[in-house]
């Protein structure tokens, strides 16, 4: 089937333009002014909307387990949000159990995953560090799983030595592959811990407290030793703090090849939601925590200037059973929703207000985190012989994202009752209408696998601002 979109007002790689765009089967095979459509062709008329590439959530979590309880979206329910929020493809982090080999691991995933309605690729968390471990790597890349994680926090379950993740990225960076750093002092983090438990103070704004914004700088300013030792590409996920970004942008002045990750969570909520009654406050705990209205408005302007490249979700919901079965907050599983939500409140913050235009909001929303992940120029682009993942926005509509499937199936949802600006109308997956006009079309099952390729240098220095050009490379 062939499909002719016109006249809309399309993110190409050039920047916005009316042009028509072609789809034949899964591709975009033509991308320009006035297609004079075929006996048979299907014509969609785009005029006064815009169309996007499909979004690229980089960080999700669809198949966590945290002691007895698991996260409340599986790869069928946290799909069906997503491609109702125009993301098309997501990366999912694999955790391998204590002792568990990273091949298990990704067994485990790949079957949980044939559930998934939208296209999916994968990172690996790495708990430990032995030769073992490190000669795995290079073939998990040659595999197509280019990125992986790293933990300073959770010293009980994750937490690497700065010497042990320095040998990670001695390994991962020269065979092409990213790595992403969860950065909390984790030593700092679990002094302060035990010091308010042992003092009685158990309410959710303690979470807040013992991880203050300076166990991240500190953090961070460890694993900027690393990357100017190794030069291994690599992110900080899940930003959270203004003092981080001094941090980042200093470093990348220096032509690190160090980039930033956000998410909505951190640039539209604040610690007052820890002060809410209990049953309430528990609902808001992630790590890093939330943090001020001065941090928020920081990190705005770090997506805005390019300090931050990305934003994503971290999309970890835990179920009001799973939480309320805490009498602490350090018992609180940790994580918040926001697979659904995240174009609405990207577009919101941005583009409606003022801070950024429709092609940055694509590059934060979907070309960079292609880019980053090795997906592109496959995903994250609007040109000829990419995927044709496509998302149609009005940008006069709105929507309110308590609906669903945007909410996607925890019984909590941290933007209920908030009316957003802009409409997502239809999202394109592949050739094929996923999502219209509230109607999920897309079957579990229906999203594929996705290798990734090796980060190549032109990519890197496109991320690192060297060349501010468009890149596209069939």
């Not at 640039?267 to 705990?285: D, G, K, N, V």
């Amino acid at each position: 089937m062939r499909w002719i979109l016109k006249h809309g007002s399309v993110v190409t790689p050039m920047g916005l333009a009316p042009v028509d765009i072609v789809v034949e089967d899964e591709t975009i095979v033509w991308v320009g002014v006035d297609c004079d459509p075929s006996e048979g062709d299907m014509v969609v008329d785009l005029a006064g909307l815009y169309v996007l590439p499909g979004f690229v959530d980089m960080h999700t979590h669809l198949h966590l387990r945290v002691g007895q309880y698991s996260v409340a979206d599986d790869f069928q329910t946290g799909t069906a949000a997503a491609l109702a929020g125009g993301t098309t493809t997501v990366v999912e982090y694999v955790t391998p159990d204590p002792g568990e080999t990273f091949t298990s691991a990704l067994d485990r995933w790949r079957r949980v995953s044939e559930k998934s309605r939208a296209d999916y690729a994968f990172h690996v968390c790495i708990p430990r560090v032995t030769d073992d471990v490190l000669d795995e790597l290079p073939g998990l890349i040659r595999q197509g799983i280019t990125g992986f994680k790293v933990f300073l926090a959770y010293p009980d379950r994750l937490m690497l030595s700065t010497a042990e993740i320095g040998r990670v990225m001695s390994v991962v960076g020269p065979a092409g592959g990213v790595v992403f750093v969860h950065a909390e002092d984790g030593v700092e983090v679990e002094r302060l811990r035990a010091e308010a438990v042992s003092m009685g103070r158990k309410a959710p704004i303690e979470h807040a407290r013992t991880r203050p914004a300076r166990t991240e700088v500190e953090a961070v300013s460890l694993i900027l030793d690393l990357v100017e030792k190794t030069r291994c590409p690599t992110v900080v996920v899940h930003v959270s703090c203004g003092e981080t970004m001094e941090l980042l942008a200093e470093a990348r002045s220096r032509g690190l090849p160090v980039f930033g990750e956000t998410c909505p969570h951190y640039l539209w909520l604040t610690e007052r939601q820890l002060l809410r009654p209990f049953e309430e406050a528990i609902h808001y705990i992630c790590s890093p925590p939330i943090r001020t209205a001065s941090d928020a408005m920081k990190l705005w302007d770090g997506l805005c200037t390019g300090v931050l490249q990305f934003v994503a979700t971290d999309h970890c919901p835990f179920s009001s059973e799973a939480r309320n079965s805490a009498d602490s907050f350090d018992k609180v599983p940790n994580g918040i929703s926001g697979i659904g939500a995240r174009f609405n409140l990207t577009f919101a913050g941005g583009l409606y207000s003022g801070r950024f235009g429709m092609e940055r909001l694509a590059h934060v929303l979907s070309t960079h985190p292609a880019m980053i992940c090795g997906l592109y120029p496959r995903k994250g682009v609007i040109a000829p012989g990419a995927d044709a993942d496509l998302v149609v926005v009005d940008p006069f509509g709105r929507t309110d994202l308590g609906e669903e499937p945007l909410a996607g199936a925890c019984d909590f949802n941290p933007w209920e009752g908030i009316e957003a600006p802009g409409r997502l109308l239809a999202v394109m997956g592949r050739g094929e209408w996923l999502w219209r006009e509230h109607d999920l079309s897309a079957k579990p099952g229906r999203g594929r696998f996705q290798e990734r390729r090796r980060l190549s240098h032109n990519l890197l220095a496109h991320l690192l601002g060297k060349d501010m050009a468009w890149i596209y490379c069939p």
